[in-house]
T-cell receptor, first 113, second 112 residues
Framework: DAGVIQSPRHEVTEMGQEVTLRCKLISGHNSLFWYRQTMMRGLELLIY????????DSGMPEDRFSAKMPNASFSTLKIQPSEPRDSAVYFC???????????FGEGSWLTVV | DQQVKQNSPSLSVQEGRISILNCDYT??????FLWYKKYPAEGPTFLISISSIKDKNEDGRFTVFLNKSAKHLSLHIVPSQPGDSAVYFC???????????FGTGTSLTVIP
């Protein structure tokens, strides 16, 4: 079975540009998580969805960040406008709704210059 | 505020010896704990978990211990192997179906 698929794997963009990160869940999974990895905070939860519905978005840094699940198997995380401090690795993860384990994608490495 | 803390950013151990990675949490409602392992340029992968009804769970060379009164868990790897060199994250959740809170990670280096 395919795991969580993220794209792009690497993105370098200029400050002020819009960035869109994409994630495809594992088939049969109903929960979707977006994490950001930084040295200071480790794996920081940005937002998570159950059955396409956002459950907790309190980790989203500010209004420049938005996330959507247009269908049960796909999600996007958008940053507009991007800033250098957004540079980090962004991970998507999925899980069966009542499952105890989440499965991560390989991450999207974002650099904003 | 960080609810799950890993106070040691890094750890070095000789091959064949025991590696002990520690994790503390502040939320007494947490009842399920996991350890993830992360290699460079890869996503974290699940390693081992423990429910609060237990104080120990073992899987091969990996054992997780839970001390609920101290709000502390630890991961023991014995014997350590060079392939164990990675960043280890602990995570906690309240019940099932909820979010996981992760620590900042501990980078383990096993020296051949």
């Amino acid at each position: 079975d395919a795991g969580v698929i993220q794209s792009p794997r690497h993105e370098v963009t200029e400050m002020g540009q819009e960035v869109t990160l994409r994630c495809k869940l594992i088939s049969g999974h109903n929960s979707l998580f977006w994490y950001r990895q930084t040295m200071m905070r480790g794996l920081e939860l940005l937002i998570y969805f159950n059955n396409n519905v956002p459950i907790d978005d309190s980790g989203m840094p500010e209004d420049r960040f938005s996330a959507k699940m247009p269908n049960a198997s796909f999600s996007t995380l958008k940053i507009q406008p991007s800033e250098p401090r957004d540079s980090a690795v962004y991970f998507c993860a999925s899980r069966r709704t009542r499952g105890n384990t989440i499965y991560f994608g390989e991450g999207s490495w974002l650099t904003v210059v | 505020d960080q609810q799950v803390k890993q106070n040691s950013p890094s750890l070095s151990v000789q091959e064949g010896r025991i590696s002990i990675l520690n994790c503390d949490y502040t939320n007494s409602m947490f009842d399920y704990f996991l350890w993830y392992k992360k290699y460079p340029a890869e996503g974290p992968t699940f390693l081992i978990s423990i429910s609060s009804i237990k104080d120990k769970n073992e899987d091969g060379r990996f054992t997780v211990f839970l001390n609920k009164s101290a709000k502390h868990l630890s991961l023991h790897i014995v014997p350590s192997q060079p392939g164990d060199s990675a960043v280890y994250f602990c995570a906690a959740s309240v019940g099932t179906g909820n979010q996981f809170y992760f620590g900042t990670g501990t980078s383990l280096t096993v020296i051949p």
